[in-house]
């Protein structure tokens, strides 16, 4: 897991500087075809490629995302994505994923990081199971 450009401005702000982090209350979850960096980029699925595909809004809170420990952040749920709508085609490869701050444009990258290869068939749905450990590059 890598933050983002944004992310680290901001980190560095409240360490050197003591100006207080944004309340993100709601974070999204989204899947890309190509890797995104630290600037962002990278190519989001899209609904016009992966019929059905859409970010996953996950309340930022301890359930949800446990304290980190031993350098690593586990998910305290399921991340269930909506299922493909296709009509029989598996959608686009997914590569990696990436957190951001909103469901469209305009919304803010925090966190990305790469995952194996995984094109969802039709009439499924991707899940990041509870449990997942995600650690710091």
Known sequence: ????NYLELLVLDAVLGQ?????IATVYVALYSVTPGDA????????ATSPGYARVAVTNNTTNFPNASAGAKTTGVDITFPTNSSGGAAWVAAVAW???DGSGGGANFLLWGA????A??????IVI????IWTEE
């Not at 897991?1 to 983002?4: A, G, I, N, P």
């Not at 995952?115 to 995984?118: A, F, H, K, V």
């Not at 969802?120 to 749905?125: E, F, S």
């Not at 199971?129 to 997942?132: F, I, K």
């Open 40 to 47: 962002g980029g990278g190519t989001e699925l899209a609904d």
């Open 115 to 118: 995952m194996i290869s995984l």
């Open 129 to 132: 199971p509870s449990g997942t």
């Open 1 to 4: 897991m890598s933050k983002s």
């Open 98 to 100: 990436a957190i951001l």
């Open 120 to 125: 969802c068939p039709n009439a499924q749905a």
């Open 19 to 23: 100006t207080a982090l944004p309340a």
